[in-house]
């Protein structure tokens, strides 16, 4: 598979890397669409001896499940917060998220959902 890594700079590589395999609780989701912050290109240069694949928001289809995984079945429609500063990251084809940080999209929901902020005064 196909995975960006991010290094100080910011500077982005494109590598090839295996297809990742769950580990108890974890689910393998392939990425549809996965969500960029501040954050991602800012660690870098915070631990500049870091290169990793920074995405932590994901949004896809379960393709693997670890073992303990009970919620979820390759072809569910998720989303999901991949463990920050761990390989596995959503700027790839496959990424990696425990169970518990991931959740069903409802089957009428697109993955590019539109953004809504509301500010109550």
Same mark, same amino acid.
């Given at each position: ?7 100080? #700079? ?48 994901? /949004? ?6 670890? $073992? ?6 390759? #072809?569910?429609?998720?989303? /999901? ?11 790839? $084809? ?18 590019? #959902? ?8």
């Amino acid at each position: 598979m196909k995975e960006a890594v991010i290094s100080k #700079g910011p500077k982005v590589q494109i590598i090839d890397s295996p297809i990742p395999k769950p580990e108890p609780d974890q689910v393998v989701i392939k990425v549809v669409v996965s969500g960029s912050n501040p954050k991602d290109w800012k660690v870098p240069l915070w631990r500049e001896h870091l290169v990793i694949n920074q995405g932590d928001d994901i /949004a896809g289809v379960v393709h693997e499940v670890g $073992e303990n995984v009970f919620e979820f079945k390759p #072809g569910d429609r998720v989303a /999901a917060f991949h463990e920050m500063l761990t390989p596995g990251g959503s700027y790839a $084809e496959y990424a990696v998220a425990w169970q518990h940080t991931t959740f069903h999209i409802p089957k009428q929901t697109t993955f590019e #959902g539109k953004r809504i902020v509301v500010i109550d005064f």
